[in-house]
């Protein structure tokens, strides 16, 4: 049997800020009622956290849970534990109407992080990331160039940015020409 690796197995480059592949990462899509008290439940036993607000990503780690839209949530967990939450979540969820699918080998994950990751993320989002718009514990879901993806702030200098797996490739570089030494246009 092979063993699984992520998509670019921990690619990175240093520029005005750090960017990495992360490496595998346990995902879950959770699509229900966000307000139902027993889909709170399995969030909670799953991650340790409550069910985010609109906008809201409380991750620390490889674990928690991210708001991806009004019925929606991106469960994290460790890559390792990944099947076992999902069986448990399933199970908990039963006789609940909502849907809970293992996404994390369609998915890829890179940090920026250093001085500058606001900056570098801002070349390629249409999103206000100054520090009055943009905290760590927030989420967005928008385009990075021209394809989708999610990020979100885990400290004041450190981005995590989720795309699919199939365009892992043209992100990192986008990353990394956005990181590039010399490209700083001092915005954020």
């Known amino acids: 049997m092979s063993e699984p690796i992520s998509a670019l197995n921990h690619a990175s480059y240093e520029g005005i800020a750090k960017v990495e592949e992360c490496g595998l990462q346990g995902m879950i899509t959770l699509r229900g009622d966000l307000s139902d008290k027993v889909l709170a439940k399995a969030v909670k036993d799953a991650t340790g956290q409550k069910v985010p607000g609109q906008r809201e990503a409380l991750v620390a780690g490889d674990t928690g849970v991210c708001w991806m839209s009004t019925d929606e949530l991106l469960v994290l ?76 702030m885990d400290d004041a200098e450190t981005l995590r940015v989720v795309c699919f797996r199939s365009v892992a490739d043209y992100v990192f570089n986008l990353l990394k020409v956005a990181a590039q030494p010399g490209s700083e246009v001092g915005v954020y």
């Open 77 to 152: 967990v460790p890559y390792a534990e990944v099947e076992a939450k999902l069986a448990a979540m399933t199970n908990a969820l039963s006789g609940t109407h909502a849907l809970a699918v293992n996404v994390s080998d369609a998915r890829a994950v890179f940090r920026i992080s250093g001085a500058s990751a606001r900056e570098v993320m801002g070349k390629l989002a249409p999103v206000d990331l100054s520090v009055d718009a943009f905290q760590p514990d927030q989420i967005r879901r928008s385009r990075l160039a021209q394809v989708a993806g999610a990020f979100w």
